[in-house]
């Protein structure tokens, strides 16, 4: 059993929406397909998975680098020991080859979307949905194929209005959501208190609603919103500072009492090590957000669980970052807290497909083989581009 070809398309993400500091009118995601020389029904086997969202595509790092390295691996290095499967920390390997320790940027995402394609490949060769190969990897049995899910939007739109967020909130409760998460930082404090105060009056209770600040404040404004949100007992209070700046995070825990949340931009084990001895972040308490499309795949997520539960902190912590069907299946398998969603914006990627059950607060995957991507509105037609 040998991989044949790897592509990548570089796809754009629909919507004009911002969030404190970043536009994703401009972003882009790398879709990867990984096809194997096992034929079924007349087709190639072929994984298919993608790089999460909120950054850019990789075609160039993937093009350049890594998929000529895996293709060039001696193809028996790149499966488990008895020949059945692809081994996903060894393909992650051949990506790598020749790339120094640290500095974990963009070429995280890039292998990371290689790596997802090589589980979503496995699940379809055992002819099963991928949390099942994912739990059954890690040794875990999925009781509840359930998974927490929270719905995030609340961006600042260029039509901006309280009524528009409240409206927007409104739909996602009537789709099944019952929790909620919107950006602040991108208007003036008083601003987003009243933005905070309109998303609260339909969420009922600030135990559903989480505001994140996307590592945009200082201190002292990280402080001034922290004395204006603490009556509000919100869920999680995320990424207020740099995502890299410990001391800061620590700073703010030492004077913030609710939940705060941060991970999402973490793209190694190391980073997140640092994580939980330096910021200041309490068991039982905080919110880790890593995701693994973001940070090398799946093997590398797993390490962080690791390291998180070295430190004593709870998986079910775990909220990864990407609202989509990839650590939906990711949430289910490993048995993390939950997952977010992004309804009705980040298209074809962001959401689940037509097929997943959404309602009192849960998302379901379908048993499709593998991520199920090929069910869903708009995804389908990409993956079929990508010259199968
Ligand atoms: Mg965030």
């Not at 609603?209 to 869920?235: H, Q, T």
């Not at 093997?299 to 650590?327: C, Q, S, W």
């Not at 379901?364 to 079929?384: H, N, Q, R, S, V």
Request: net charge negative; with cysteine.
């Amino acid at each position: 059993m040998r991989i044949t070809r790897i592509l990548e398309t570089t796809v754009p993400l629909a919507g004009n929406i911002a969030n404190a500091l970043v536009n994703f009118s401009e972003h882009t995601i790398s879709l990867v397909a990984v096809q194997s020389d096992v034929i079924r029904n007349g087709k190639a086997v072929t994984g298919v998975a993608f790089n999460s969202i909120g950054r850019f595509g990789q075609g160039g790092i993937l093009r350049e680098r890594m998929i000529p390295r895996v293709l060039a691996a001696a193809p028996q290095t790149l499966l488990t020991a008895d020949g059945k499967q692809f081994d996903a920390s060894q393909v992650l390997a051949a990506a790598l080859r020749n790339e120094k320790p640290g500095g974990h940027g963009d070429r995280a995402s890039a292998a990371a979307a290689i790596e997802l394609a090589i589980w979503d490949l496995n699940a379809k060769l055992n002819d099963e949905p991928a949390y099942q190969t994912i739990a059954r990897h890690y040794g875990r049995t999925v009781t509840d194929k359930r998974a927490a899910v929270y719905a995030a939007g609340g961006y600042y739109y260029p039509d901006a209005s309280l009524d528009r967020l409240k409206a927007e909130l409104k739909a996602y409760q009537e789709m099944g959501f019952e929790a909620f998460k919107m950006k602040i930082g991108g208007a003036p404090l008083a601003e987003d208190i009243a933005r905070i105060e309109a998303a609260l009056a339909i969420a009922g209770d600030g135990k559903r609603l989480s505001v994140d600040a996307n590592g945009r404040f200082d201190l002292e404004m990280a402080l001034a919103y922290a004395g204006e949100i603490a009556p509000m007992k919100l869920r999680w209070y995320e990424e207020v500072g740099d995502p890299l700046d410990y001391d800061l995070n620590r700073r703010i825990a030492e004077q913030y009492d609710g939940p705060l949340a941060t991970g999402e931009n973490l793209f190694s084990t190391q980073d997140v090590k640092n994580l939980v001895q330096f910021a200041g972040l309490r068991p039982g308490r905080d919110i880790f957000q890593m995701d693994a499309g973001l940070s090398y795949g799946i093997t590398e997520y797993a390490k962080m669980l690791a390291v998180l539960e070295a430190h004593g902190f709870d998986r079910r912590f775990a909220f990864p970052h990407g609202g989509h069907l990839i650590n939906l299946h990711i949430a289910v398998a490993l048995g993390l807290g939950g997952c977010e969603a992004y309804p009705g914006v980040f298209q074809p990627f962001g959401g689940y497909g037509e097929n997943c059950k959404i309602g009192g607060g849960y998302v379901e995957p379908t048993d499709a083989p593998g991520f199920g991507l090929e069910e869903k509105e708009g995804l389908a037609g990409k993956i079929a581009d990508l010259a199968f």
